[in-house]
């Protein structure tokens, strides 16, 4: 076999501390390398000419290139022996720019220790095997999950470019959580305003053909991989057939049920036909089948659709549920975050005060499609003269949440402005253990909430230090030095968490969860909106707290991985180093289908052997470690490419 | 595997001055292999004792692997990987560090100190670190002297 070396001096960076001459002298008697060549700089535009055409001349069998670290130049090599028609994986680089020649004081030991380098490199590559990138067909498609501002944007980004998407949305609305805000950290405007346009786009905009809305729906099932992902949606009946639907509200008088409106948090009812709130989109109301009689009692009640302008068809009694199918080479989840059970805290008397809010229950109050139409009242329906802002509940809390929620000092001061200008008099308290408001524009409110002069800040260090009880006018709060203050509505701001689907989702997808619940990223600074499989994207608050900025922006960039990653018409490459069974060697133990990180084993139950799938496998090579049968190879790094290194490295 | 045990390893002072150990260092591709070569770049010269054997992780890592080093006349082995919770597989040197535990019982049974075979962690940040852990390690390794084995 003919195995070349090529010795780079990268100028005096190698040269200084390591000498050539005397590497070739050591290796030469092993007879294993059949010729040694110096050039200056092998990574520049001569060396790479250089390397191409003694790569053609010399038609090695394999090579060794002794430069810089292969972080930097690997890649750059591999392409050259492209390009002179050689394999690239029949090369191995030795590092002996920073592992040896920057690091060595004595000029004797780098040279033994660069030639003991090489021999290993040596032994190495002989065993080297000619690996080819693998080519695989992709579906351009799109699967959102999740229609709040992240998962909107993201299907309006993809969309624009082109792509299909398929946009699952749990609820009868559109628009997420700021949908229901009645205006928004940090300028004050109006939530429902600031949607409204890219919702329309979403629903009849110029790109909307592209984009298939599911409401009432969800995710159950998922087989395939990257690039072929095969997915199964099912979507609830919603009894009114939305394209004949003009949200005209007809129905909703005549019908003689009502109960508990969920979307206003239970604080007001709404008809068994109706909308979740006015202005809801898509503009078409919902049939509640636990309160409409026709399901709960069996009833042939029909005056809905007896009221219906549009006439008979348009309320469908017997609409079914339905399971939608679709191939997609990528899915977006952005199902959004939730808020921590306050009812936890027995002391804040969450659950049993009727004044004592959540701080989603206090933004539907703000909000005029809201239960009281917008007015702050209290449950006796006055005006409160004092309202309490506890921050940070259950977060900062070793107990609970250790983290900063990020948002709720935020929406805080969003409150207290919003009271400053509706209730001018009403004294307000803000109860924290932290502030945090970093941003441009954030501080801004801030500021405006310590300059109100009906507002009072005072610090607490645990939860348990503070206690609400209920009195005949109102509630007692007391507070750390032991002193007690009286308000009319207390408002907690608990932390955000995970969504109860979250772990659901997470298993059905394979994508892991952090430590606190959420689904973790790929790399917490670079990869934000990348989870830890392939094809599956992160945005907005399902993977940490975020304010609507984050979560449109993750959208966006999750959109951006999509579109640089499956391109249209574009096969994507396969990276060789991935792991394969010898099914001949394999006694079907499973052992490395638990191991693996990336669920990228199944077992072949016919032939009663694991396979893996190289797509999926990530090439790390811990089954193969734990192959009890040593049946796993794992590409470029096998058993007995590893074994000849140490032996070279030790001989 | 061959049945190999210890012979006597406590060389006199003089030699062990002048003993040069030979060490292999499975390093991952992702963390202790970049903090390697941060170490590189900071130009802090340290003992050239190791030879490093890359692995895209620590997770690779057979035993026989380390048994091979020392049967091939390494005096000792080291294994480097991303800290907890940084593996780029997310989980690949925690079982890593399972294996090494159960590793060293089985290399103490065969009369191989446990020392001989270390496994630590090390960001792509930690060049310093690098340094100090090689370092330690050919200096533990002087001191227990060569490792001679026999079948
Ligand atoms: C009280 C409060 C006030 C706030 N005020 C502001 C503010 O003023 N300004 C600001 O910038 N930010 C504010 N925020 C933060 C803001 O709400 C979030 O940044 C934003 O909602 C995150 O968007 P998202 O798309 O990630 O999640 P969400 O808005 O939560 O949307 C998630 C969507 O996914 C759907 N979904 C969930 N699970 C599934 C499933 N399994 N299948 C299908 N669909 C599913 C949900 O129904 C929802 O429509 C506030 C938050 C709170 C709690
Ligand atoms: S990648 Fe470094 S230990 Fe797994």
């Known amino acids: 076999m003919k195995i070349g070396v090529y010795f780079c001096n990268c100028g005096t960076n190698i040269a200084d501390r390591i000498d050539g001459g005397k590497v070739r002298e050591y290796l030469e008697p092993s007879g294993r390398m059949s010729y040694f060549k110096t050039c200056p700089f092998l990574c520049s535009e001569d060396g790479k000419v250089f390397l191409e055409q003694d790569l053609k001349d010399e038609k090695p069998d394999r090579i060794v290139i002794a430069a810089c670290s292969p972080r930097e130049h690997e890649a750059t090599f591999m392409r050259v022996m492209g390009q002179a028609g050689m394999n690239p994986y029949l090369m191995q680089m030795v590092n002996i720019r920073e592992q040896i020649a920057w690091v060595t004081e004595d000029p004797e030991k780098a040279v033994k220790k660069t030639s003991v380098a090489i021999n290993a490199a040596l032994k190495r590559v002989e065993l080297h095997e000619m690996l080819e990138k693998q080519e695989l067909e992709v579906s351009p498609a799109v699967l959102v999950i999740g229609a709040g501002p992240a998962g909107l944007k993201a299907a309006l980004t993809l969309a624009e470019a082109g792509r299909r998407v398929t946009l699952v949305e749990k609820s009868p609305v559109i628009g997420g959580l700021p949908v229901l805000f009645e205006e928004l950290f940090p300028n004050m405007e109006c939530g429902p305003c600031m949607l409204e346009p890219v919702m329309a786009e979403i629903l009849h905009g110029e790109h909307a053909e592209n984009i298939e809305l599911l409401t009432m729906a969800e995710l159950t099932e998922v087989a395939g991989y990257f690039g072929n992902f095969e997915v199964k949606i099912r979507q609830r009946p919603r009894y009114v057939d939305i394209h004949q639907c003009i949200g005209c509200g007809e129905c909703f008088e005549p019908c003689p049920v009502s109960g508990t409106n969920p979307f206003n948090n239970d604080m007001d009812e709404k008809k068994a036909i109706g909308f979740t709130f006015m202005g809801a989109l898509p503009n078409a109301p919902y049939l509640d089948p636990t309160l409409c009689t026709r399901f709960t009692e069996g009833s042939d009640c029909s005056a809905c659709s007896a009221a219906c302008p549009m006439g ?234 975020a304010d609507i900025q984050k979560a449109t922006s993750q959208g966006m960039a999750a959109s951006g991985f999509i579109l640089s990653e499956l391109v249209e018409g574009r096969k994507i490459e396969l990276d060789p180093l991935f792991a394969s069974v010898y099914p001949e060697k394999c006694a079907g133990c499973k052992v490395c289908m638990r191991v693996c990180p990336y669920r990228a084993i199944h077992f072949d139950e016919e032939n009663s052997v694991s396979v893996v799938n190289g797509v999926l496998c990530h090439g790390c090579g811990t089954c193969v470690a734990a192959c009890p049968m040593g049946a796993i190879k794992a590409n470029h790094f096998t058993n007995e490419m590893i074994l000849a290194e140490i032996e070279g490295a030790l001989k | ?135 330690e390690m050919v200096a533990t390794v002087k001191q227990l002297g060569k490792l001679s084995l026999i079948d």
Not at chain 1, 491 to 507: H, I, N, Q, R
Not at chain 2, 83 to 109: F, S, T, W
Request: charged share 25%; proline share 4%; aromatic share 8%.
């Open chain 1, 312 to 545: 008979e068809g348009v309320i469908v009694f017997d609409d079914q549920e339905q399971i939608i199918e679709r191939q997609v080479g990528s899915i977006i989840l952005a199902t959004g975050s939730t808020l921590y059970d306050c009812s936890r805290f027995d002391n804040l008397g969450y659950g049993r005060l009727p004044d004592v809010k959540t701080a989603l229950e206090f933004e539907r109050i703000l909000a005029s499609n809201g239960p009281t139409a917008g007015e702050v009242v209290t449950s006796t329906g006055e005006q409160p003269g004092s309202v309490a802002f506890i921050h940070c509940v259950g977060s900062l809390d070793d107990d609970h949440k250790p983290y900063c929620s990020g948002i709720c000092c935020q929406y805080a001061f969003k409150y207290n402005h919003l009271l400053e200008s509706k209730l001018t008099d009403t004294k307000i308290l803000h109860l924290y253990k932290e502030i945090v408001s970093p941003g441009k524009e954030e501080y801004a409110l801030h500021r405006a909430a310590r300059d109100n002069h009906n507002a009072t800040f005072i610090r607490y260090d645990r939860i348990s230090d503070l206690a609400v009880t209920g009195e005949n006018d109102g509630q007692k709060i007391r507070l750390p030095d032991g002193n007690s203050i009286n308000a009319d509505m207390v408002v907690l701001c608990p932390a955000v968490v995970p969504t109860a689907d979250t772990e659901k989702l997470g298993a059905m997808l394979d994508v892991s969860l952090d430590r606190f619940g959420f689904f973790e990223e790929l790399h917490g600074r670079m990869d934000s909106a990348r989870s830890k499989i392939r094809g599956v994207y992160l945005s907005g608050a399902c993977q940490a707290p």
């Open chain 2, 1 to 135: 595997m061959s049945a190999t045990c210890l012979l006597n390893n406590t060389p006199d002072a003089d030699i062990v001055a002048e003993f040069e150990p030979r060490i292999i260092g499975f390093l991952c591709n992702w963390c202790s292999y970049a903090g390697a070569d941060k170490a590189g770049s900071s130009q802090t010269p340290y003992p050239p004792n190791v030879s490093i054997i890359k692995v895209m992780c620590t997770g690779r890592i057979d035993p026989q692997f380390v048994m091979k080093a020392f049967n091939e006349g390494a005096d000792g082995v080291i294994v480097l990987a991303c800290h907890p919770g940084d593996c780029h597989y997310k989980e690949g040197n925690l079982r890593a560090a399972q294996r090494h535990a159960m590793l060293i019982r089985v290399l103490e049974q065969m009369g191989i100190e446990g020392k001989r075979c270390r496994f630590d962690y090390v960001s792509a940040g930690e060049g310093e670190k690098y340094v100090q852990v090689i370092t």
